[in-house]
T-cell receptor, first 113, second 113 residues
């Protein structure tokens, strides 16, 4: 029962171009969404988040877009850099006691120099 | 000054053994978690503790027993290890349960042979 889906296992882009990572969710209760970045042999690190009351949040080269009606969010990285090569996890949670983050299975991004 | 530290980083053991993984956070967070990343790369929550109290137990076999001696520590003890327990186990903490980003440890790769 995957409530958070990242259907593309990998993405390869040229340095300087835009990377678009997609994520879909099924649980209508989710109201907070996050992206995590993970390098090999390290734990995931928080990248950017968005609340369901917004449809866009931007932080430097990273922008997250949320389409609630489609239950879809995306992470845009512009311009992409080789150091962005990592696994990106989409995660979601809902407001309430004992809430938890539910993760997708991740997308491996490779940025070619 | 590691925020969330877990030990050991690698653990190789035989079927049937009992082992423990330790986790400590120095962020002053109230909530700690154990996540498992299996061979399919999904990050799935196992347990969550808030101020030493168990608040989430995601139908994990009772061979897995978390222990929280204080809110800065959450250890995971596994009895009678099985081949299927091989995975990467991540400890994480957050300011409170709910819509807060988690800080993850670097993971413990458990291999059962």
């Amino acid at each position: 029962d995957q409530q958070v889906k990242q259907n593309s296992p990998s993405l390869s882009v040229q340095e300087g171009r835009i990377s678009i990572l997609n994520c879909d969710y099924t649980n209508s209760m989710f109201d907070y969404f996050l992206w995590y970045k993970k390098y090999p042999a390290e734990g995931p690190t928080f990248l950017i988040s968005i609340s369901s009351i917004k449809d866009k949040n931007e932080d430097g080269r990273f922008t997250v877009f949320l389409n609630k009606s489609a239950k879809h969010l995306s992470l845009h990285i512009v311009p992409s850099q080789p150091g962005d090569s990592a696994v990106y996890f989409c995660a979601a949670s809902y407001t309430g006691a004992n809430s938890k983050l539910t993760f997708g299975k991740g997308i491996t991004l490779s940025v070619r120099p | 000054d590691t925020a969330v530290s877990q030990t050991p980083k690698y653990l190789v053991t035989q079927m049937g053994n009992d082992k423990s993984i330790k986790c400590e956070q120095n962020l002053g967070h109230d909530t700690m978690y154990w996540y498992k990343q299996d061979s399919k790369k999904f990050l799935k929550i196992m347990f969550s503790y808030n101020n030493k109290e168990l608040i989430i137990n995601e139908t994990v076999p009772n061979r897995f027993s978390p222990k929280s001696p204080d809110k800065a520590h959450l250890n995971l003890h596994i009895n009678s290890l099985e081949l299927g327990d091989s995975a990467v186990y991540f400890c994480a903490s957050s300011q409170a349960s709910g819509n807060y980003g988690y800080t993850f440890g670097s993971g413990t790769r458990l291999t059962v042979v």
